[in-house]
């Protein structure tokens, strides 16, 4: 009788084990989300501005954009330009999606010779 229930109880376990690890889903098994952080000023790309999501760091292209891949989540994203201003707000992003975030620093992102 002892053994029978020994076996039933780890029967009952290897079961809930099996059924838990069936379940078991992280964020890393599923596609990343992207974000791309666009810097303007008065309607020109701003180059080398310092972007951010989350801790994520880098600067900007000659387009003025910069793409980051992240987990689901809820991030802020930041940007400074590299002659002035700055913005920042928060996200929510879900696995698979696309977010464009689009900052516009106006005349204070400008270079004080005019351009960018």
Known sequence: MLNKLKFAFISLMAAGLSFCLGNVSTAY????ATVI???IALGAPIEHADVSVGDNSDTTGHNGNKVFQVHRGTYTVSCSGP????????I????GEITQVTFDLGAEGLHASGGH
């Open 83 to 90: 002659h002035g201003g700055s913005g920042s707000t928060e």
């Open 92 to 95: 929510t992003v879900n696995p």
């Open 29 to 32: 098994d599923e596609p990343p």
């Open 37 to 39: 952080v666009q810097v």
